[in-house]
């Protein structure tokens, strides 16, 4: 059964409503907050899989924020809703240490991701799907079904999400193919800023984590894997302008600073940074698979949005 916190009132009609799907995330928070700021009503939906309700706390109180807390894979969406435009953020996270989130991962990327276009098609809104960078990288074709997206659980979780991005961005397509509806897709990645959930798996949210908790910084192989570290605000800015721009339909944006860095590199950074002088330890790669380093077309979105990071590492 849903929870509902918060209601709009009549005085607010006129407002356009933004429909946040995964909105108590890291993310979907700032997110909400950056559009209730711009005399937006926001109407909000989770799960609390991976978002947390505390995330949201600042905004139970504004009048034009609604959440519903619901599975967007099993329960229908409210009749009445009829959103203007809708963000599709549900299942952004790669993985949670320690927390076998794969299937779910899956689903809401691939039935999650019907239902949101089936209501986009009966509404006519604006839809913009969260994918990832990630989407460049894949792995499959094992003679086991225990294994069949990696060596590891880890592998298994982080290569999941891969594949349920591109499945999303894939129906995504699909829609706007047959049914001409107005789609875009932002690619993410390696996000960082303020209350940023420490427990996920990706190596920014994992450094920041051991600053805070030991005396060093794990590196895993040689340390040459890249980084795209993105701030919160300017990743929020660009997902607004890639809704909100004209002409973006049926377009996909990579939301990442142009600014890349090895992982190495970061480690070194973020030793300097630290009072304690934290300690670097290589240790074996986790990660069996090694993928060639692709060219991303980064200025094009820059150019289109008009979007440029403003807070660098």
């Not at 006129?14 to 108590?24: C, D, I, K, R, T």
């Not at 950056?34 to 109180?61: E, M, Q």
């Not at 089936?118 to 460049?136: E, P």
């Not at 590891?152 to 979780?157: A, R």
């Amino acid at each position: 059964m849903s929870a509902q916190y918060s209601q709009t009132t009549e005085k607010l009609d006129n407002l356009p409503l933004v429909l946040v799907v995964g909105g108590a995330g890291f993310l979907g928070a700032n997110l909400c907050q950056a559009l209730l700021s711009k005399n937006i009503r926001v109407y909000c939906l989770d799960n609390f899989l991976t978002g947390k309700k505390d995330n949201l706390k600042l905004l139970f109180n504004n009048k034009a924020f609604t959440f519903t807390e619901t599975d967007i894979n099993k329960a229908p969406f409210p009749e009445n809703l009829k959103p203007d435009y809708i963000f599709h953020l549900a299942g952004v996270e790669e993985y949670i240490n320690g927390v076998d989130v794969s299937l779910e991962t899956l689903l809401v990327n691939s039935l999650g991701t019907k239902n949101v276009l089936d209501l986009t098609q009966k509404t006519g809104a604006k839809l913009l799907i969260v994918s990832s960078l990630s989407v460049y990288e894949g792995v499959m074709g094992s003679l086991s079904l225990a294994h069949d997206f990696g060596l590891s659980q880890k592998e298994m979780q982080k290569y999941t999400h891969h594949e349920a991005k591109r499945f999303s961005e894939a129906i995504a397509t699909e829609y706007f193919k047959k049914y001409n509806l107005d789609i875009r897709v932002a690619r993410i990645r390696d996000i960082f800023g303020p209350q940023m959930p420490l427990e996920e798996g990706s190596p920014l949210n994992k450094f920041f984590k051991e600053s805070q908790t030991g005396d060093k910084i794990t590196v895993e192989g040689d340390g040459l894997d890249i980084l795209y570290p993105t701030y919160i605000d300017d990743a929020v800015e660009g997902l607004e302008k890639a809704m909100f721009a004209p002409q973006t339909q049926g377009k996909i944006y990579s939301l990442v600073s142009p600014v890349a860095v090895t992982v190495l590199n970061f480690a070194y950074a973020l030793q300097k940074a630290t009072p304690n002088k934290l300690k670097i330890e290589f240790v074996p790669a986790a990660d069996s698979f090694k993928f060639p380093k692709k060219f991303l077309e980064i200025k094009k979105t820059q150019e289109d949005l008009n979007w440029n990071p403003k807070v660098s590492l």
